[in-house]
């Protein structure tokens, strides 16, 4: 087996015994595989060793990969890309026309942008894009997403997110698919495990809120904490180091 291909195995292992400690199906978990900084020929590897869904955070990279990896598998390929950056307004067009979901919306000029685009390239609405609101659970001051740092105590907090969720859910193009958040830096692992927690009882309580009739997925949990965060609920974990290894840049 290449490096690769053992790699994967190890961390689809990992999932499946952390989905059985939780009582959970570990079919119900993503891997969504962060190929960002590696090149398309590390991407057509990970395909060939059984990878299908993709993540990016630079929407210049998606804009260049997506078209290279589809004229040499074919548009049957099966690949599912995820779009996991903070997005600047400027990107949108790329991320609306390239994106098969996008993990990271957290502010509503981008909604509305990202609606505009998938109106007028045609996507709305057989093919919407789903979409995850990030939210900033830890309180750590880098940490973009909206503020639900202290959702249980804050009405203004639980209002905001509410009225957001409820508008990504109307306009058109857009689907409400999920939360997203990020583990605060080097914490303890009981704090990392407090924020994913409190992020599912966000999603429990918006999805009630809401009168949805599924529940809301959870994309958190990295190479660090991604056990963590299945065994807190993570429908879908966004995994780069532990597959590719470390990253030369960003
Ligand atoms: C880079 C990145 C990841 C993957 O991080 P690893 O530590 O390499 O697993 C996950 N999510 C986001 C938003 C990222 O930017």
Redesign the pocket.
Known sequence: MTTLETRYQDVLQTIQHHAQQANRNPDDITL?A?T?TWPVETILEAYAAGMRHF?E?RADELAEKRPYIEATLGPNSGIVWHF??TLQSRQTNPIADHADIF??LDRLKIAHRLSHRLVENGRAPTRPLPTFLEVNISGEMSKSGVNCVDWENSATQRTEIRKFGETVAALPGLTLHGLMT?APWEAEPTVIRTVFRRTRLLAEWLAEELGMERPLALSMG???D?PLAIAEGATHV?????L?GE?QTH
């Open positions: 969504v962060v960002k993540g955070n996991i950056g993990h990271a990020m990295m190479t660090d991604y966004r995994v780069g180091r532990a590719f990253r």
